[in-house]
């Protein structure tokens, strides 16, 4: 795997560094709790492409590749960015794929005239649980049932810590656009994206938290010598810095298998995640302990890092839950 960016996917990385360097400051993110969505950095995200972007040029999109997309997740993930760039980037993708029964929606979606969501986690009657974005959403779409739907209804927005617009949804207004087999197929591509980007925000998150605390370590003085020569601070961050740039690694392995590796996509995506989650989870732990008082409080920064990337990755569920997707990707599910 090269891991050298071409000309374009460096323009690519820089030019939403820098929309999430000027739109997505600390500031303006503890202004969009405790909802978690900032209508104007979405807006500003719209006029980019971010939606249009992940969708083929035959559907009329932009057609950008997976490892494109897991490129951008990363300083998605280092601005603990208000916007579900990733669930509706997933969304757009998986309309495309249903054929023209979803195109309507999808151009909605792409023109940003609706914002469309993803559900990781499959349902079944007429209510979801713990929907991305789901708070602030015209229309999830999901698998319920053996059938991926479109769904929109009353939601209950989710109280949280993450700061994130997460709701469970009870539905009544159901449009079906796949079923059986297709159906099946179709959402395990779906979650096999989800969380091959979310792997490269949680490692972008974990990589910006390390950078914290080693700024925070050189800055702070203790018995006369900074707190960051002092072994007990060093080799624990030192060991999160290795993780991370582990994670991304991984991340950015499980997206090129889209293309390079189709029969392991499922088993490295959720890899990926699994590793990636418990990379932020540690990584952003140890950084808000170095900043001791501090980074417990709320006008601290890192704070914001260690709740946001628990709530990422609990969307979907524990590690363990990857885990055994890992499993079943590699040796097949166990009956019953």
Known sequence: MDLNLADEQRQLVDSFAAIY????????????????FDPKLWRALLETGVVEMAVAEAAGGWGAAEIDLALIA???????????????????????ACGDV???LLGQAMRGDKLVTFAPRAGAGDSLRLVPAGAVADAVLAFVDERVVAVSGNCQPVQNLGSLP???????DVKILAEGPDAGRLFTAAVDLWLTLTAAALAGAAKKAVEMGVEYAKQRHAFGSA????????HPLADSATAADGARLLALKAACAFADEPDRVSELAAMAFAFAYETARDATNRSLHIHGGYGFGMEGDIQLYYRRTRGWAMVYGEPSVALDRVADARYGAVAG
């Open 74 to 96: 990363e300083p998605f993930g280092r601005a603990v960015a208000s916007a579900p760039v990733i669930e509706s980037q997933v969304a757009a993708r998986l309309l495309a």
């Open 166 to 172: 997460l709701a469970d949804i009870t539905f009544d």
């Open 21 to 36: 360097a000027r739109e997505s400051t600390s500031e303006r993110v503890r202004a969009a709790e405790p909802s978690g």
């Open 102 to 104: 979803g195109s309507e």
């Open 227 to 234: 707190i960051g020569s002092f072994q007990a601070v060093s």
